[in-house]
């Protein structure tokens, strides 16, 4: 399969339907003289920041995913191609797909991340990570499980194991999945078993460095653990996971060793850039970090290759501040629409400049009525804090239809502390 392009016009392709790709889609007008072939393998746009929230039952999949093809209808020279890219012949400028190859002018890769374990991939069979709708759905599976095999447990120590929930990592992901999990334990669920009590669960929040929330000034640290500790959250941190395996994890303290049993274990732990970053390296010499991530220029390009752009968790942009911008939705954002603009202002002459990341905060959510905010100048915690992540989030969603499902669902589930999507699927 040859894609057929215009060759009079500009042809970009774009690599990957997260938010990096995304922005840079939408950023290039219509009536511009570029061509424009968005390649992914799923044919949606899933909203990654919402996934502990289908993790948890308090939101279907459906709610923070968008058709690709629906939020770019109305843009006549996008192309959407559900397919998997295999390969990049870099010499004949094409990206190789399984049943293909479609030519480019310029390249924007928007790939993403998944899991890193650092390691012990074996890991990853008893401790799954959160990245993608089937993780989601997954893990939403082992909790209520959990929770229903407790129920029909008789032995006191197997039911002490399935009621004991371990979360390895205390960055946003881990932090927002235990103060999730403690709401489900403590409000959720309440009432509704006649044999076990859902506020005996046991939520074990494990952090490698001495505070949760790392990239945080320490005080919205102490704050988020804070929080944690009230809805019942027991936070380690200073401690490494030596091993992980069927329902038991063993960690270090110091030079204290000890082993906890779970029949839910959750990695929050770290991240790998997508394999593009080693197929890249490999044919253009580009250098990686040891995520796996493109070291890029100023303007996001692969060194000796213009033609060529890598965004968001796939770049490792250092050119501001010296260290690597953050993972986060707003950076791929912001990257997508300044390579859409850079790609513009090449085919037109006109003055071009370097990338530089905006920084409007960072916000983490622990549970009801409690987040935190970190907005430069200002920072707090909270009620306030909390809001301003509810109307942030419902911002990002892509489209209006999700943003109304959403608020709705969020607003039932503020008034009745219920989830309403807590579906026990693929038994």
């Not at 069979?125 to 939403?140: F, N, S, Y």
């Not at 029909?152 to 399935?162: C, F, G, I, K, Q």
């Not at 250092?318 to 629409?337: C, D, E, F, N, T």
């Amino acid at each position: 399969m040859s894609h057929p392009q215009d060759n009079a016009r500009h042809r970009v392709v774009l690599l990957g339907g997260g938010f990096g790709g995304l922005y840079a889609a939408q950023s290039i007008p219509s009536d511009s003289p570029i061509e424009v072939t968005l390649i992914d393998k799923r044919n949606f746009h899933l909203f990654q920041p919402l996934l502990y929230q289908v993790a948890t039952g308090g939101l279907s999949p459906g709610d923070i995913a968008s058709p690709l093809r629906a939020i770019l209808a109305k843009r006549k020279n996008v192309t959407v191609l559900q397919v998997e890219a295999i390969d990049l012949d870099i010499a004949g400028n094409q990206v190789v797909l399984k049943d293909g190859a479609v030519p480019y002018d310029t390249l924007i890769i928007a790939t993403g991340a998944s899991h890193h374990y650092f390691g012990h991939d074996d890991w990853a069979a008893h401790a799954p990570g959160l990245k993608t709708v089937e993780d989601a759905l997954a893990i939403r599976q082992k909790i209520f499980s959990a929770f229903e095999k407790a129920e029909r447990e008789t032995n006191e120590e197997n039911r002490r194991a399935l009621l004991t929930f371990l979360l390895i990592g205390g960055g946003p992901t881990g932090v927002e999945m235990a103060g999730a999990l403690a709401e489900l334990a403590h409000d959720t669920l309440k009432g509704e078993f006649k044999r076990i009590d859902p506020t005996w669960a046991r939520i074990v929040l494990i952090e490698g460095v001495d505070r949760i929330l790392p990239p945080y000034p320490e005080k919205l640290s102490e704050k988020a653990r804070a929080s944690l500790e009230k809805l019942g959250v027991e936070v380690r941190t200073g401690t490494l996971v030596t091993e992980v395996r069927d329902g038991a994890v063993t960690m270090k303290r110091g030079e204290e060793t000890e082993t906890i049993e779970a029949a839910t274990i959750f990695w929050a732990a770290g991240v790998q850039a997508s394999p593009v970053g080693k197929i890249l390296a490999a044919k253009t010499g580009a250098s990686l970090d040891r995520a796996g991530r493109v070291l890029v220029e100023k303007d996001l390009t692969v060194p000796g290759h213009p033609e060529i752009f890598v965004i968001g968790d796939l770049a490792n942009f250092s050119h501001q501040g010296g260290k690597p911008l953050p993972g986060i939705a707003p950076v791929a954002m912001q990257q997508g629409r300044y390579v859409a603009d850079l790609v513009q202002r090449r085919i037109n002459g006109a003055p071009q400049w370097p990338f530089v990341y905006q920084d409007k905060g960072s916000l983490a959510v622990i549970g009801r009525n409690a987040a935190v905010a970190d907005l430069g100048n200002l920072r707090f915690s909270g009620f306030p804090a909390w809001l301003l992540w509810v109307f942030v989030h419902i911002r990002y969603l892509i489209e209006f239809d999700n943003k109304a499902l959403v608020l709705f669902q969020w607003a039932w589930n503020y008034l009745t502390r219920k989830r309403g999507a807590r579906l026990i699927t693929n038994e």
